[in-house]
């Protein structure tokens, strides 16, 4: 329950950086979701976009429900190639880490 209570608090305040055009660039979230041990998911930086982008990304997958992010931000990652995916805190071969 507390995984589960530290991801939605993290949606949560992710959502609302991006409602009221807050900055996710280089920038340290002020919560941090917890790592989800059983499903081999840790997070080197836990305040970091990157641990928020994988826990949409996991709980996406766990609907089944079709869905395009990680199609999406790897294009969004080419169509702006002055911003390194490392500044949001994604780590090299992210789209193969635990989660993804």
Do not use: C
Not at 53 to 68: D, E, N, S, Y
Request: avoid cysteine; charge should be positive; proline fraction near 6%.
């Amino acid at each position: 329950m507390e995984v589960f209570q530290s991801w939605i608090h993290t949606l949560t305040v992710v959502r609302n950086v991006a409602a009221h055009h807050g900055q996710l660039l280089r920038v340290r979230l002020g919560v941090a979701p917890a790592n989800y041990k059983s499903a081999g998911i840790k997070f080197a930086d836990q305040k970091s976009f990157y641990a928020a982008a994988t826990v949409v990304h996991f709980l996406l997958v766990q609907t089944g429900l079709p869905h395009r992010w990680k199609a999406e931000l790897t294009a969004i990652f080419q169509r702006y190639p002055d911003v390194e995916p490392a500044e949001l805190g994604f780590p090299a071969g992210w789209t193969t880490q635990p989660g993804w």
